[in-house]
């Protein structure tokens, strides 16, 4: 059986309560021993966060363990400061930094020599989607990120198709049941059919209080990458109820 996982990715945001909101994902955590919720907050509220009992994830790490690198974090650090997971290959990163698949493979390898749980974002644009490409897409993503190193305990892919981040337009529940499918099969073709049936895969692009219960129910959907619900109290508690 695979663990629910509810990650909330607040960016470069904070929630306006913010010990407000972790206090209540922590209960509800403890209410909810089936799942795991985790908070990816902007990096500075790290240390002080891993305090709170919740898990917590990093948005982004570097490729190298350290060096010349200004302006970076290692996933070394980001352990060291309490992570347990990090998240590579946003999309928003993919399109603002150019990160390329090779890049985003590198950075879950990284991840992975610090103990990290990487969380592989992957989705196709929306003019990919239409010239009917976005199985090639995300299976091409999977396959170059996906090293021999990648177990189900450390790595986590998350499906978020890029025409549906922040646009408060969800993919319908076909869409992701046919895309992850595809993804889960591709798990398969580059790790074996036991870390296929293994590995968690996450669906983000605008689940929120309304859309997570059909979301969630699909069978291979294991729980949900949030974008701005996770900053609404209510919001992300419902997502995690659901
Ligand atoms: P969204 O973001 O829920 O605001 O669409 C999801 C994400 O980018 O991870």
Redesign the pocket.
């Known amino acids: 059986m695979r663990r629910r996982l509810i990650a909330g ?1 607040w ?1 470069m945001n904070a929630p306006a309560d913010v010990p407000g909101l972790v206090d209540a994902v922590a209960k509800a955590s403890g209410e909810h021993p089936d799942l795991d919720a985790l908070i990816c907050p902007p990096a500075l509220l790290i240390p002080s966060l891993a305090k709170s009992g919740v898990n917590i994830g990093a948005q982004d790490c570097h490729t190298a363990l350290s060096g010349a690198h200004t302006g970076d974090l290692s996933a070394e650090m980001l352990a060291q400061a309490g992570a347990s997971h990090v ?1 590579v290959g ?3 990163r993919r399109a603002a930094y150019g990160e390329s698949n090779l890049t985003v493979r590198d950075k879950a390898t990284a991840a992975h020599k610090a103990g990290l749980t990487a969380i592989i ?1 992957v989705g196709e644009t929306a003019a990919e989607r239409a010239e009917g490409r976005a199985s090639q897409i995300v299976t091409e993503q999977i396959r170059t990120a996906l090293t021999t190193e990648a177990t189900a305990d450390n790595t986590i892919i ?1 499906y ?1 198709p890029v025409w ?4 408060g337009n969800a993919a319908t529940t076909a869409e992701i049941a046919e895309m992850h499918a595809v993804i889960r099969a591709e798990i398969g073709a580059s790790l074996g059919d036991a870390t296929s049936k293994a590995m968690r895969i996450l669906y ?5 209080a309304a859309n997570a219960a059909d979301i969630l129910a699909l069978e291979d959907v294991d729980g949900g ?6 900053l609404k109290i209510q919001d992300f508690l419902s997502i995690i109820a659901a």
């Open positions: 990715n960016k998240i946003h999309s928003e974002c998350a978020e549906a981040i922040g646009s983000g692009g605008s689940m929120n990458l949030v974008g701005g619900a996770s």
